[in-house]
């Protein structure tokens, strides 16, 4: 192990969020227990599965334990995604907090580690990585944030991708996520921390494989999330582009279902 990590003792706090997620929490938990720096804690907010989801996490809660691995579950009703990743927040013990989603994994098993090598000596509030994105017959892609400046790439596409994102516990024990959206609290909340100059950086470090399966699939309600976001931070470029975007998706969204119908506006419109 790094001389850097053994006199920072760095301590990660990584939080997953699940419900009903008997299919996948288990390759997200072995993502986590075999890093070869592993967690200071792990949270898991479970929103009272009934699918053996519990089951799951109490068998590897042991495992994580004989690790030394500080482990603490909730099992109860929430009010969504963003609420259960709100719920986490008060049980942090931990300097840096990392969102790993309950169908997401890490890249490999060096992920903490290379990713601490920069955590330990960072003067910054968030720290970005790589995201790998997995659909089912497809090929994963990489995924990294924009290498324009964030306060205009902010407009365009949410500034960091929060499976890839850390952030100091610090910070993030003072902010909640804005659960009156549904899909789009995360890119709120980054649009709002850097209008108030919170410092952040990337770096070129592989973090997650993400599921575009998971909650926050729907693009289409995702935009319309998008529009409300920046005209409540009082941003309405912001908004003015994001509508754009729907008539891009109703564009593609004819070519895919009714070619000729988008063959017929395309040459009445052109």
């Excluded at 001389?3 to 419900?19: A, D, E, Y």
């Excluded at 993030?172 to 995360?186: E, I, L, V």
Aim: proline share 3%; charged share 20%; net charge positive.
């Amino acid at each position: 192990m790094s001389k850097i990590l053994k006199s920072m003792n760095l301590r990660i706090t990584v939080i997953t969020v699940c419900r009903n997620s008997v299919d996948t929490i288990e390759r997200t938990f072995t993502s986590v227990l075999n890093q070869h720096y592993l967690p200071y804690e792990y949270i898991v907010i479970d929103g009272a599965s009934n699918d053996g989801t519990l089951g799951i996490i109490l068998k590897y809660q042991q495992l994580f334990e004989a690790k030394n691995v500080l482990f603490q579950y909730v099992s109860e009703p929430d009010k969504g995604l963003y609420d259960a990743m709100n719920k986490a927040l008060p049980y942090v013990t931990g300097d840096w907090v990392h969102y790993l989603n309950s169908d997401d994994f890490y890249y490999d098993n060096k992920t903490l580690y290379n990713m601490s090598l920069f955590l330990a000596k960072t003067q910054k509030d968030i720290v970005a990585g790589n995201m790998f994105i997995s659909s089912e017959n497809k090929r994963t892609k990489l995924c990294r944030p924009s290498i324009i400046p964030r306060k205009l790439a902010m407009l365009f596409t949410c500034p960091f991708q929060q499976p890839a994102t850390f952030v100091k516990a610090t910070l993030m024990k003072n902010t909640r996520f804005d659960t009156a959206y549904r899909n789009s609290a995360d890119y709120k909340l980054w649009v709002q921390l850097i209008l108030e100059g919170i410092q952040y950086e990337y770096v070129n470090v592989n973090v997650t494989v993400f599921n575009v399966g998971g909650a926050s699939a729907n693009l289409r309600n995702m935009n319309n999330e998008n529009i409300c976001l920046f005209k409540e931070v009082q941003l309405p470029v912001g908004a003015v582009i994001h509508r754009c975007y729907i008539h891009m998706y109703l564009l593609f969204y004819l070519k895919q279902k009714f070619p000729s119908l988008h063959l017929l506006l395309k040459r009445l419109f052109s």
